[in-house]
Nanobody, 124 residues
């Protein structure tokens, strides 16, 4: 079993920054890829970014590429999402998730474990 706890969400103005954290427990964190997803009201959950077990492969959704950065600290069992130049359309509940292995996955159905989510609201 894996437990994931997100933190760092909040209210920020357009152009501002936030850093989300996701603390993991329950299995060998350093062997597994991790992902961030988001879900806005009335919309489906969508892929934001992922990172493989080594941190060497980090794909992003086109809508956030160049503004968001995913990273991980295997010693702390934590994955981060640095979000810069935030826009109102980034407003959503952000979830971290863990797939069953070390390879990158981009579809929610490929992830086994999910955190409870953290709200990010960007005001215009």
């Amino acid at each position: 079993q894996v437990q994931l706890v997100e933190s760092g969400g909040g209210l920020v103005q357009t152009g501002g920054s936030l850093r989300l954290s996701c603390a993991a427990s329950g299995r060998a964190f350093s062997s597994y890829a991790m992902g961030w997803f988001r879900q806005a009201p009335g919309k489906e959950r969508e892929f934001v970014a992922a990172i493989d077990w080594s941190g060497g492969n980090t794909p992003y959704a086109g809508s956030v590429k160049g503004r968001f950065t995913i990273s991980r600290d295997n010693a702390k069992k934590t994955v981060y999402l640095q979000m810069n130049s935030l826009k109102p359309e980034d407003t959503a509940v952000y979830y971290c998730a863990a797939p069953p292995g070390g390879s990158i996955r981009v579809r929610p159905m490929e992830y086994d474990y999910w955190g409870q989510g953290t709200q990010v609201t960007v005001s215009s």
